[in-house]
């Protein structure tokens, strides 16, 4: 995985100490940015958890993303994936890509919380994420994993494009973020 971002020492240390909690980074992120509708074809929840979603068997795991003009899984189908992954093959590695899919579902609630509280349909949208989340959270303590590390690595993945994006680096650098993810994740 390729880095975009050629930063130096001195620059890496500056982004791995601005990393704050996830309430901070998603309001830096969205000072430039409007945040997606909650509903919609193209909405956090069809993104997220997928139309009618109705518990964590019952979800359509796929929506059609206009922007890439195809049928793309939806985060919490990309969860289901991944521990489908991580039950055939539990390395490290397949647990980080676990846990960094789990982080994505929690991003998205946290934008939710933070920028649709007014929607109308803010209670029933948070009432499927926590439906979501919990039996997640139910999945990786089956499997002696760590949700709150999940947590802790959502923190890092976006809080490194949060920084990148302020400081006029390519926000969205992977092979960054999983270098960032990984020693958040050994420490």
């Given at each position: 995985?390729?880095?975009?971002?050629?930063?130096?020492?001195?620059?890496?240390?500056?982004?791995?100490?601005?990393?704050?909690?996830?309430?901070?980074?998603?309001?830096?992120?969205?000072?430039?940015?409007?945040?997606?509708?909650?509903?919609?074809?193209?909405?956090?929840?069809?993104?997220?958890?997928?139309?009618?979603?109705?518990?964590?068997?019952?979800?359509?795991?796929?929506?059609?993303?206009?922007?890439?003009?195809?049928?793309?899984?939806?985060?919490?189908?990309?969860?289901?994936?991944?521990?489908?992954?991580?039950?055939?093959?539990p390395?490290?590695?397949?647990?980080?890509?676990?846990?960094?899919?789990?982080?994505?579902?929690?991003?998205?609630k946290?934008?939710?919380?933070?920028?649709?509280?007014?929607?109308?349909?803010?209670?029933?949208?948070?009432?499927?994420?926590?439906?979501?989340?919990?039996?997640?959270?139910?999945?990786?303590?089956?499997?002696?994993?760590?949700?709150?590390?999940?947590?802790?690595?959502?923190?890092?993945?976006?809080?490194?494009?949060?920084?990148?994006?302020?400081?006029?680096?390519?926000p969205?650098d992977?092979?960054?973020?999983?270098?960032?993810?990984?020693?958040?994740?050994?420490?």
């Amino acid at each position: 995985m390729t880095t975009l971002n050629n930063l130096g020492q001195e620059e890496l240390s500056e982004l791995r100490k601005s990393i704050g909690s996830l309430e901070s980074t998603i309001l830096t992120i969205y000072s430039t940015r409007k945040p997606r509708d909650l509903m919609g074809d193209e909405g956090i929840l069809v993104r997220t958890l997928g139309q009618n979603y109705q518990g964590p068997n019952q979800f359509t795991p796929q929506y059609f993303d206009e922007r890439r003009e195809k049928s793309v899984d939806t985060e919490y189908a990309e969860v289901v994936a991944a521990l489908e992954i991580y039950d055939k093959n539990p390395t490290r590695d397949n647990e980080i890509e676990l846990l960094l899919e789990v982080g994505d579902v929690i991003f998205q609630k946290e934008i939710v919380e933070l920028k649709h509280r007014d929607n109308e349909n803010y209670a029933e949208v948070m009432k499927q994420f926590s439906v979501a989340l919990d039996y997640v959270t139910e999945e990786l303590e089956k499997r002696d994993l760590s949700f709150n590390k999940a947590k802790q690595l959502v923190r890092v993945k976006y809080g490194s494009r949060a920084w990148l994006g302020a400081k006029g680096y390519k926000p969205k650098d992977k092979g960054l973020e999983r270098q960032l993810c990984i020693e958040a994740y050994d420490a």
